[in-house]
């Protein structure tokens, strides 16, 4: 088992920035490949980022390129989403996930992940 604790959400205006972290416990950690989620009102929980077990691969949705980074630091058990140029279509609650091993090409699929965390809002606003 692996529980996990997101944090760092909140309010901020368009353009600014948020880190959200994400607390592991239970297992060892770097065996675990992580990946970032969020679901708006009345949407679909949707694909945001993933982040492979060592930290040195890491993949996006195109919507968050270039402005949001996945990074995790194996020795703290926490991963972390850099967010940055906050857009108001960034409002969600954002969840971290995880699974073991590595599942190549299958990272945005949520059946993969074993694991999830109860989620932090996030609010943009304009």
């Known amino acids: 088992q692996v529980q996990l604790v997101e944090s760092g959400g909140g309010l901020v205006q368009a353009g600014g920035s948020l880190r959200l972290s994400c607390s592991a416990s239970?297992?060892?950690?770097?065996?675990?490949?992580m990946g970032w989620f969020r679901q708006a009102p009345g949407k679909e929980r949707e694909f945001v980022a993933a982040i492979s077990r060592s930290g040195g691969n890491t993949y996006y949705a195109d919507f968050v390129k270039g402005r949001f980074t996945a990074s995790r630091d194996n020795a703290k058990n926490t991963g972390y989403l850099q967010m940055n140029s906050l857009k108001p279509e960034d409002t969600a609650v954002y969840y971290c996930?995880?699974?073991?091993?590595?599942?190549?090409?299958?990272?945005?699929?949520?059946?993969?992940?074993?694991?999830w965390g109860q989620g932090t809002q996030v609010t943009v606003s304009s």
């Open positions: 996930a995880a699974y073991a091993g590595w599942s190549g090409t299958r990272y945005m699929q949520r059946s993969i992940y074993n694991y």
């Open positions: 239970g297992r060892t950690f770097r065996d675990y490949s």
